[in-house]
């Protein structure tokens, strides 16, 4: 067997990034249920809407948006053409990346799941950018 050439192998950037989201979305939902167990969640909830000047409902619809966006980018990432793919991961990383931190709550859990979230984010970002039309 030729390890050399097993060794060169690359690693296929639509898997990455697709795995990526995954990890991506799974600490948004682990953020999300931890903050269930946040004595006054729903109040803060109330005050978060009334600061942006939006419903519970818009605020939850935002949110739900958001998700799905993160959602679709696992199958997107691996079934795009090349083109729309690399600017379609790079555009949703940055928009999700603000979601993020714009939403920011100051709870010890959220602000570890978030840094979590943005080095993968980045990580996104940086294997768009750097994903050459060859590899596709």
């Known amino acids: 067997m030729n390890t050399s050439a097993a060794s060169a192998k690359k ?3 639509k898997v990455v990034l ?3 989201w995954i990890v991506v979305m799974i600490n948004m939902l682990k953020a999300d ?3 269930l167990f946040i004595p006054d ?8 809407a009334a600061s942006v000047g939006a419903t519970i409902p818009q605020l939850m619809l935002a949110g739900a948006v ?3 966006l993160g959602i679709a980018m696992i199958v997107l990432s691996r079934v795009l053409k090349f083109d729309i793919n690399r600017w379609t991961n790079i555009v949703v990383a940055i928009v999700t990346l603000a979601y993020i931190w714009g939403g920011m709550a ?3 859990h959220y602000i570890f799941i978030a840094i979590v ?3 993968c984010l980045l990580l996104i970002v940086w294997f768009a950018w750097a994903w ?3 590899e596709a």
């Not at 969640?41 to 978060?48: I, S, Y």
């Open 66 to 68: 958001m998700g799905q």
């Open 117 to 119: 979230e943005s080095l």
């Open 41 to 48: 969640a729903v109040g803060e909830v109330e005050r978060t």
């Open 18 to 20: 697709s795995t990526l």
């Open 106 to 108: 100051s709870y010890p």
């Open 33 to 35: 249920i931890l903050s």
């Open 132 to 134: 050459r039309h060859e």
């Open 11 to 13: 690693v296929d950037t």
